[in-house]
């Protein structure tokens, strides 16, 4: 019956350690294993970063720089209030209303409407100038 005491380790199990570099008659001498001379038969090569190129310029570094500024936040699409009359008269103006007319790309998300001439009375759910926020009210439409 097999016990914990009767078991032996496998005769091949374990590997002697490979002594290098001590000397010719070793067999393992000379370049100790590691090829001819140069920057890979030195120590500490296999640390280098990943963004190393051998030594020449990286391209990293090669590149351009970009300049200038993008900003993270929306800009709003502007769309003049002469636009706004494709609504009939009592319609609510919202961001979802006007991407289902078409006055509007999906992806945009903030609106702002500025003057121009309206002959419909609207309610605006969206932000306006102070031009077209008379000319709304002068239609007989509000801003809500």
Same mark, same amino acid.
């Given at each position: 019956?097999?016990?914990?005491?009767?078991?032996?380790?496998?005769?091949?199990?374990?590997?002697?350690?490979? @002594?290098?570099?001590?000397?010719?008659?070793?067999?393992?001498?000379?370049?100790?294993?590691?090829?001819?001379?140069?920057?890979?038969?030195?120590?500490?090569?296999?640390?280098?970063?990943?963004?190393? #190129?051998?030594?020449? =310029?990286?391209?990293?570094? =090669?590149?351009?720089?970009?300049?200038?500024? +993008?900003?993270?936040?929306?800009?709003? /699409? &502007?769309?003049?209030?002469?636009?706004?009359?494709?609504?009939? *008269?009592? #319609?609510? /103006?919202?961001?979802?209303?006007?991407?289902?007319?078409?006055?509007?790309?999906?992806? *945009? &998300? +903030? &609106?702002?409407?500025?003057?121009? #001439?309206?002959?419909?009375?609207?309610? @605006? +759910? @969206?932000? &306006?100038?102070?031009?077209?926020?008379?000319?709304? #009210?002068?239609?007989?439409?509000?801003? /809500?």
């Amino acid at each position: 019956m097999l016990k914990l005491h009767t078991i032996k380790k496998h005769p091949k199990s374990t590997h002697r350690r490979k @002594v290098v570099g001590r000397g010719l008659g070793s067999g393992k001498g000379t370049y100790s294993t590691r090829g001819g001379k140069g920057q890979t038969a030195r120590t500490g090569h296999s640390k280098m970063p990943a963004s190393f #190129e051998g030594g020449r =310029q990286p391209l990293v570094r =090669q590149m351009p720089k970009l300049r200038g500024f +993008k900003s993270l936040t929306a800009k709003p /699409v &502007v769309l003049s209030l002469s636009r706004l009359n494709v609504f009939a *008269d009592g #319609e609510t /103006v919202t961001v979802a209303t006007l991407k289902a007319k078409g006055l509007l790309n999906p992806g *945009d &998300v +903030k &609106v702002k409407i500025l003057k121009g #001439e309206l002959k419909k009375k609207l309610n @605006v +759910k @969206v932000s &306006v100038s102070a031009s077209a926020k008379a000319a709304i #009210e002068k239609a007989g439409g509000k801003i /809500v």
